[in-house]
Structure formats: C-alpha cells, structure tokens
C-alpha cells in the first residue's frame, strides 16, 4: 500500500496515511484541529513491472551469466590442471612438421594462404633467442 501526505485546509498540517489505493479520496481529519484534509502526494509505491525491458529480467539474466561464465571459468581451469604441457604443434593439414616456418613453406607449396603462421614463426624465434633457465 503506497503512503499519501496530506495537508490540512485551515492549519497547513502535513499528515501520512498509508492506505489502499481505493481509500485516496476518503475525508480524513486533521489531528490537530479536526478539519478536512487534501491529498497533496504519494509515496512509497511499489509494483512490478514484467517483460523483456525491465531491470528484474536484466538482474536475472546478468546473474544467470554470471553463473554461466564461473562454471566457464572452473572447467577451463580444471583442463589446465589436467593438461598442462598440451601446446599447439606445427602442421598442414595434420602433416606435422617440425617447425611453424616449415608448417607455413609446406602450405604455401599447397597453395594455402601462409600469413595465418607469421604470429607462430615470431613467437617460436622469440622462444629460440631465450635461453633457457634450468
């Protein structure tokens, strides 16, 4: 039930009632002298708007992917945990090769596009420069 604010006639008092929609209207008298009062606002009024374009849905659905992306989340990290040395190896085709240059001259003289390799070949020369740490 919402709350009205009313003032009275003669002396200006504010008074809140809470009451039902469907007693609004209803006289009601001035506690402090007894005249007639006048609605002058509402609040506290609550109701629930449903469809697709209201914030409850909008809550509902950005929790549900909330929950969706945690699950998503613990999966890809229990592969990780299960397969941690699994890496991408050099191939054309399934034919592997021993290295990404190789992978992107043996699909070149097959008539594929090589380009998709380049990022590969510089992260494999990036990796040979290094030395490695035992």
């Known amino acids: 039930m919402p709350t ?3 003032t009275c006639t003669a002396c200006e008092t504010k008074v809140d009632k809470r009451r039902a929609v469907s007693e609004r209207d209803e006289a009601l008298p001035c506690p402090e002298c007894g005249e007639e009062t006048k ?3 509402v609040y506290g009024l609550r109701f629930n708007l449903p469809g697709d374009d209201w914030a409850s849905k909008n809550g509902r659905i950005s929790g549900q992917m909330a929950e969706k992306n945690r699950k998503l989340k613990a999966k890809e990290e229990q592969m990780k945990r299960d397969a941690p040395g699994m890496r991408l190896a050099p191939n054309v085709e399934g034919e592997r ?3 990404w240059a190789e992978a992107k001259r043996l699909a070149e003289s097959k ?3 090589g380009s998709s390799y380049d990022p590969m070949i510089k992260k494999e020369q990036t990796l040979a420069a290094k030395p490695e740490i035992s």
């Open 4 to 6: 009205y604010t009313y």
């Open 39 to 41: 609605r002058a606002s």
């Open 97 to 99: 090769v021993d290295t």
């Open 111 to 113: 008539g594929k596009e």
